[in-house]
């Protein structure tokens, strides 16, 4: 009796450990799937993130040649802005009106109020007048 015991436990045994081994198999079939689909979402994303980092570096340069283009045209301006406001004072000499009366001396404040307000708009005038006449 002992050994058909031994015999029938060896049986279930063996067959427990061909349950295992064929649960064993089919985990290492999923892990390889997961394993496969995980390098391929790594391999896509890489690409992504790469297309991305480039989008990044030429929007950088492009940024950069803006900025540089808004300094040149920043200094530019201020160098208008100091020619315009000589131009402003240059112009701005009332010395030859004759009188002292109170219509004419708020006129002339007017006038240099406006010149003032709009020197841009009378310094591109003022400049166009003189290169057509000369």
Known sequence: MGAHTDLAEQKRVEERLAKKAIALQRANKRLKDVRVTLEARVERRTRELATAHAAQKELARELEAALADLESLTERLQEENVYLKEEIRSTDNFEGIIGTSA???ETLENVRLVAAAYG?????A????RSATA
């Open 126 to 129: 003022s400049r166009r007048r």
């Open 120 to 124: 841009t708009y009378f310094g591109t």
């Open 103 to 105: 219509a004419i001396t």
